[in-house]
C-alpha cells in the first residue's frame, strides 16, 4: 500500500513558477510509475506528466511540454513537478498518482492540491 500526500499548490500570476511534491510512505517508489494528473472545474482529468522511478524516463502532456518538468529525489521518495510559464489555464486541482511498472491503472491516489494561475 502506498499513501501519497501532495503539498505545493496556491495562487500564482500568469508567467509565475510553482513546484508540487509527492511524498510518499508505507513503501518505495522503486518499482513504481509516478504521474501527475489535473483537473480543472467542468473538465475531465487529464494527464500531465510521469516518471517512471527506476530509469528516470519521463512523459508530457503536449499543453505542457517545455513549461513543465518532473523529477525524483531518492532520499526524500519524493516527486516534484516544477511548472514554470504558468497560464491560466493551467488552473487545475493537480493529483499525484502512482502504479506498478507492468500494471497499466494508477491505483494510488493522492488527495489533490489546487492550483490558481491569475491573468
Known amino acids: 500500500q502506498v499513501q501519497l500526500v501532495e503539498s505545493g499548490g496556491g495562487l500564482v500570476q500568469a508567467g509565475g513558477s510553482l513546484r508540487l511534491s509527492c511524498a510518499a510512505s508505507g513503501r518505495t517508489f522503486s518499482t513504481y510509475t509516478v504521474a501527475w494528473f489535473r483537473q480543472a472545474p467542468g473538465k475531465e482529468r487529464e494527464f500531465v506528466a510521469s516518471i517512471t522511478w527506476s530509469n528516470g524516463n519521463t512523459y508530457y502532456a503536449d499543453s505542457v511540454k517545455a513549461r513543465f518538468t518532473v523529477s525524483r529525489d531518492y532520499a526524500k521518495n519524493t516527486v516534484y513537478l516544477q511548472m514554470n510559464s504558468l497560464k491560466p489555464e493551467d488552473t487545475a486541482v493537480y493529483y499525484c498518482?502512482?502504479?506498478?511498472?507492468?500494471?497499466?491503472?494508477?491505483?494510488?491516489w493522492g488527495q489533490g492540491t489546487q492550483v490558481t494561475v491569475s491573468s
Open positions: 498518482a502512482a502504479r506498478l511498472n507492468y500494471e497499466s491503472r494508477y491505483s494510488y
